[in-house]
């Protein structure tokens, strides 16, 4: 398996992020529900994608905002966070933009897991992303997280019969340094095409910085015995992302 380009690969899960689709972007606080508009992932970080349709735009390449060096997995959110993403068996792909989401995002996963069904679940993963202003509720952390990992659940899990995003919530507010930060979970189950039952927690940790910008640090923790070897990767993940 090619560590860096993702093995088996998290193409279908990168293609998630972005198959959504075209809706007006509607937050409301309860839940602050966020859609989003379709965006072709980028084949290089400095290549534009050939549009999907005449209603498409290219959009810009990614900026690498946020960057996950691909030889020893540091974590960089210049000049604020830095951070170290697990290494083997998790496979990195390459920067994803999504309209209406992400400006960019890029997802690890351990593909290696037998479990894994492209297209219905997710191997244990961990993303990383900077937030499209847009899907910020201005001031309110709690309701950003659990909008947006309400629709990651939703878009990541939709081939699973149903389909349901549940417990979403958030824990007390905390900071990264001095930057204000917030967790919100949800719980994910359906049912698989082999009628096996899948469940799945979803954690976010959004972080505000200055200038308008959001990151955010997502986990995904599938409920099988595979998966759960790797979870105090995601721990050590998570506790390893610091303001310098």
């Not at 072709?40 to 390449?61: D, E, I, K, N, Y």
């Not at 900077?130 to 990992?149: N, S």
């Amino acid at each position: 398996m090619d560590e860096t380009d993702g093995g088996r690969g998290l193409g279908n899960a990168g293609r998630a992020l972005v198959s959504v689709a075209a809706v007006a972007v509607v937050v409301t606080i309860a839940l602050a529900v966020i859609g989003a508009v379709r965006g072709p992932v980028l084949p290089a970080p400095t290549v534009a994608a050939q549009t999907p349709g005449p209603a498409s735009t290219v959009p810009s390449a990614p900026v690498q905002r946020v960057s996950v060096d691909p030889l020893s997995r540091r974590l960089s959110v210049e000049p604020y966070l830095s951070g170290q993403l697990p290494g083997k068996p998790f496979a990195f792909d390459r920067p994803t933009y999504t309209k209406g989401l992400f400006t960019e995002a890029t997802i690890g996963g351990g593909t290696s897991d037998p479990d894994w069904k492209p297209d219905e679940n997710l191997p244990v993963a961990v993303i990383v992303a900077d937030l499209e202003p847009k899907t910020v509720v201005a001031g309110d952390l709690d309701a950003t997280g659990r909008g947006v990992l309400a629709e990651l659940g939703r878009r990541f899990y939709k081939g699973l019969s149903g389909l349901a995003v549940r417990d979403v919530r958030s824990d007390p507010p905390t900071t990264i340094g001095t930057y204000p930060a917030q967790w919100a979970r949800a719980t994910v189950t359906g049912t698989l095409s082999t009628g096996a039952a899948e469940k799945a927690e979803l954690s976010l940790l959004v972080v505000a910085l200055p200038n308008g910008r959001h990151f955010g640090y997502i986990e995904v923790r599938p409920d099988r015995p595979q998966a759960r070897a790797h979870f105090a990767a995601l721990d050590r993940a998570a506790a390893s992302i610091v303001a310098p």
